[in-house]
């Protein structure tokens, strides 16, 4: 089981930046990706953001150039980092981590965190 808290939404100005920490709260072993994932209202959840155990990236093309996705030094917190942020980035962000058992791939979610961006 892996547990995951998600910290550092809030309400910014278009323009502005955010930084939103995961932490997960048992070891990371196995863990072969975690990644930010966004729901807006009336829409549905799409990837932000991937990041592997082995450091490889994957951005959703219309976050490129403004979001950065990085793993912490005790390997088991992500964070994303959110430059010129603009009005249709507002939604709830949620972390996911992937953990491989048994090499079947189990997904967990964190609760989510607002982040609100106004014009």
């Known amino acids: 089981q892996v547990q995951l808290v998600e910290s550092g939404g809030g309400l910014v100005q278009a323009g502005g930046s955010l930084r939103l920490s995961c932490a997960a709260s048992s070891s990371i072993f196995s863990i072969k990706a975690m990644g930010w994932y966004r729901q807006a209202p009336g829409k549905q959840r799409e990837l932000v953001a991937v990041i592997s155990s082995g450091g490889s990236t994957n951005y959703a093309d219309s976050v490129k150039g403004r979001f950065t996705i990085s793993i912490g030094n005790a390997k088991n917190t992500v964070y994303l980092q959110m430059n010129s942020l603009k009005p249709e980035d507002t939604a709830v962000y949620y972390c996911?981590?992937?953990?491989?058992?048994?090499?079947?791939?189990?997904?967990?979610w964190g609760q989510g965190t607002q982040v609100t961006v106004s014009s």
């Open positions: 996911k981590a992937v953990k491989v058992v048994a090499l079947i791939d189990y997904d967990y």
